[in-house]
Nanobody, 116 residues
Framework: QVQVVESGGGLVQAGGSLRLSCAAS????????MGWYRQAPGNERESVAT???????NYADSVKGRFTISRDNAKNTVYLQMNSLKPEDTAVYYC??????????WGQGTQVTVSS
């Protein structure tokens, strides 16, 4: 049974940093994509950053240059280093895993709040 668990959210002042972690467990083999999505109140869920099992990354324009996604394939863990945080980054951040058959698995979400 595949499961993803997130951690690292919290409250931070504008300009500060946070590091989110997401550990996936279960039968994960072959090509897969892990990523971070976020949803602010009243907004739709949006993609923040993704990374493939081969290390290819994609970022939303709004976070490019400030956020860095990385992964440890041996641990099936993905990280999101968030620097220069802005109040606009405030949202619930969700970890996502897509397997070879493109089935999606979601974490429970972790709250990130950036104060001005």
């Amino acid at each position: 049974q595949v499961q993803v668990v997130e951690s690292g959210g919290g409250l931070v002042q504008a300009g500060g940093s946070l590091r989110l972690s997401c550990a996936a467990s279960g039968s994960i083999f072959g090509f897969n994509v892990m990523g971070w999505y976020r949803q602010a109140p009243g907004n739709e869920r949006e993609s923040v950053a993704t990374i493939t099992s081969g290390g290819s990354t994609n970022y939303a324009d709004s976070v490019k240059g400030r956020f860095t996604i990385s992964r440890d394939n041996a641990k099936n863990t993905v990280y999101l280093q968030m620097n220069s945080l802005k109040p606009e980054d405030t949202a619930v951040y969700y970890c996502n895993l897509k397997l070879t058959n493109w089935v999606n698995y979601w974490g429970q979400g972790t709250q990130v709040t950036v104060s001005s």
